[in-house]
């Protein structure tokens, strides 16, 4: 069967998607009802296939998002404990586990890859290491024959929501597309599919931190890399990163080379050298109404087609 790979970026645990895909192998549940005098405990096996007992082989989920347990400092859901990102990890919840009572189907049914990278307050840096060393490499090695994406732009470093977990920005997605994408080209013909989530940070209109994610996503999508995905490449550019503090080139976007040029200074017994950029007052109105013309340009395009 086809293989299907989603992606959760939302600064909230993807709990209701994983729940689904934790459902293509028989799982135990219980449901507890409670009296005056007493409770009752019903047990049953959930499961929910999509296809066929083969649904495990073909399915892996992967969730970004901010976490901390339950407890008084809990961030919502509480769930989205790291797992899957090594051989040793453990989840804070079943995961993929089949129902030890499902004796018809525990020699059959394989259960399915999920990712969970769950971050306190933390940095780009981090979100991206573990996307860079960890998360891109399994899909990639998964060989999906389709992309979903459920982008959610609630974990800018602005949306006041997000409890400073997480913390990226416009750059760090329109990064993160350009890897899906090229994984996309590498095995699924470029498919890919993407679901707006949360993003809540909306004051400022057109130049609000989520116009600003959104338009950085769908102009990644439209405007699509034509190469594959290389580790070795994408490992290169992401030390790069690391070094310079700043964004790796985006083919295509006409900075190739300005980190290169780019003017640097020591900074007076740190042993380090920043790099220093003239930035450039941003022009709203033409960006408005360059958003305007693609929008414009896209619909023409849909027509024709």
Known sequence: GARVVIVDFDVHHGNGTEAIVQNLVPQDVVHETKFDYGQMLVKQVCYKPWLDHLDGDNVMFVSTHGYAPRGPAQFYPG??????????????????????????????????????????????????????????????????????????????????????????????YDWVTQQLLKIANTSAQGRVVSVLEGGYRIQGGLASPFANSVAAHVRR?????????????????????????????????????????????????????????????????????????????????????
């Open 79 to 172: 769930s989205g404990m790291t797992c899957g990102i090594t051989e040793n990890a453990v989840a804070d919840e079943r995961v993929g586990q089949p129902a030890a009572s499902s004796r018809l189907y525990e020699d059959q049914v394989r259960p399915p890859k999920i990712i969970n990278l769950g971050l306190g307050r933390s940095s780009a840096a981090e979100w991206r290491e573990g996307m860079q060393t960890q998360i891109l490499p399994q899909i990639a090695a998964f060989r999906p024959d389709i992309v979903f994406i459920s982008a959610g732009f609630d974990a800018h470093t602005c949306d006041v929501l997000n409890h400073g977990f997480v913390s990226i920005d416009e750059k760090d």
């Open 221 to 305: 999508l439209v405007y699509a890399p034509d190469d594959k995905w290389d580790p070795e490449v994408e490992a290169a550019a992401y030390s790069r990163w690391l070094r310079m503090g700043v964004q790796p080139p985006l083919p295509g976007s006409g900075v190739e080379g300005a980190v290169a040029a780019a003017p640097a200074e020591e900074e007076e017994g740190s042993g380090m050298r920043r790099t220093k950029r003239q930035r450039t007052a941003v022009d709203y109105v033409a960006l408005a109404k360059q958003m305007d013309e693609e929008k414009a340009a896209l619909k023409a395009r849909a027509r024709a087609e």
